[in-house]
């Protein structure tokens, strides 16, 4: 699977909105880009997927850059329960296979009162 | 509910004792998984099957470690001989073909 590149961790105020980068330069056309959370003591959380357009859903809502090297998942409004650890995985769906999640250390969001 | 389950959520076990882990993927996911979790690091994958069949193993799982999942429906991990480098969080995860993974909470582990 291709790589990708997270900050190890941010913060944010409650109630404010934010933006957790990912950087996926090696990225193949078959790849999809996904996001999963973890919030403490819990099994990873799905969040989001999305291909090349941008995708919103209850949670979040992700924007791909037009290259496709990077992506950004927005909360619109942090509260103290989004405080996990974010992961960007990519998966290819292309061909037979697993299609296993690959997680790197993801960034962790801590989020302030 | 009608999410995965594991049991037990933590397990300590003395070095050299094996140990088995009980997973219930979500009841019409064909596809399950399990990982395991070290501390500060992310999930890694450890095998994979598709009903009843294992289609895939990581290289993490070593001959001490064996998956079933009789039926295509739960899925037993055993870890015999214990060691402690094998205390982690192991995770079970399911999906419906293709689509996102549903977590367990997960089993702990400790090896004393």
């Known amino acids: 699977d291709a790589k990708t590149t997270q900050p190890n961790s941010m913060e944010s105020n409650e109630e404010e909105p934010v933006h957790l980068p990912c950087n996926h330069s090696t990225i193949s056309g078959t790849d999809y880009i996904h996001w999963y959370r973890q919030l403490p003591s819990q099994g990873p959380e799905y969040v989001i997927h999305g291909l090349t357009s941008n995708v919103n859903n209850r949670m979040a809502s992700l924007a791909i850059a037009e290259d496709r090297k990077s992506s950004t998942l927005i909360l619109h409004r942090a509260t103290l329960r989004d405080a996990a650890v974010y992961y960007c995985i990519l998966t290819s769906y292309s061909g037979a296979g697993s299609y296993q999640l690959t997680f790197g250390k993801g960034t962790k969001l801590s989020v302030i009162p | 509910d009608t999410g995965v389950s594991q049991d037990p959520r933590h397990k300590i076990t003395k070095r050299g004792q094996n140990v088995t882990f009980r997973c219930d993927p979500i009841?019409?996911?064909?596809?399950l998984y399990w990982y395991r979790q070290t501390l500060g690091q992310g999930p890694e994958f450890l095998t994979y099957f598709q009903n009843e069949a294992q289609l895939e193993k990581s290289r993490l799982l070593s001959d001490r470690f064996s998956a079933e999942r009789p039926k295509g429906s739960f899925s037993t991990l055993e870890i015999q001989r214990t060691e402690q480098g094998d205390s982690a969080m192991y995770l079970c995860?399911?999906?419906?073909?293709?689509?996102?993974?549903?977590f367990g909470q997960g089993t702990r582990l400790t090896v004393v």
């Open positions: 995860a399911s999906t419906l073909n293709r689509g996102e993974a549903f």
């Open positions: 009841s019409e996911h064909n596809r």
